[in-house]
């Protein structure tokens, strides 16, 4: 039976090739060999005494969660825990790491048995691909260490953070200042008309919204909606600045 030793020699070109897809240089080779190592193919009677990549995925699963959460926090530090984690599980799921992962070509580069069909790799949705960057992501963190770790899974969503912006660009202030004022002061903010401008093709509204402890902020809009958004986003930004 091939040993892993024997196995790495054969597969050497392919692995470098796999490091110039993910930008990144294992120091142990045998780690990124395993972290593309499925069992389907570790199961073989060629190649029984072959361990699997399902360990790291476990562990790549764990440095994944933190990684993200360690990049959203500091790249939105005025974002709240609940909104945070809506951000976290919009990017860490089984459709967007396959995504990523058949991007990175991991179907090319995987070690399977013939039990699979190479070519059913290529579904976007194939939790086998998710799985197997779990794996890789696993292998990088032994390999380098957190902070590689972290540079990686960072460059990885390199093409979602712009999503991630656009969601703080579109943020419900409204949900968000409810939330806020039924936490801080155990009451619901109250919206009031207070005036409305131009004509009935081209109107333009006024909204003061008023919370308990003496808060009010007005906002204008082309519809009331979202006149009562931007008081919204002017309230939320009072009472973040006076927690700080």
Known sequence: MPSANALLDKKKYLLKSFE???SYKFKDMGMLLLSLTHKSFSGTNSHKTLENNERLEFLGDAVLQVAVSDLLVA???NYNEGELSKIR???VNRHTLSMIA????????LLIGK???????NGISNSLLADALEAVIGAVYLDGGFEKAKKFVESLFDEHWDDV???KLNRDFKSMIQELSQ???????????????GNNHNKTFEIELQIEEGISARGIGHNKKDAEQEAAKKAWELMEIDKH
């Open 102 to 109: 058949q991007n990175l070509e991991i179907g090319r580069y």
């Open 89 to 91: 599980a919009s990017m």
């Open 115 to 121: 039990s699979i069909n190479r070519k059913m790799l």
């Open 20 to 22: 110039g897809a993910i």
């Open 165 to 167: 912006e656009s969601q």
């Open 75 to 77: 790249r939105f530090p």
């Open 183 to 197: 936490k801080r002061y155990g009451t619901a903010p109250k919206y009031e008309l207070i005036g409305e401008f």
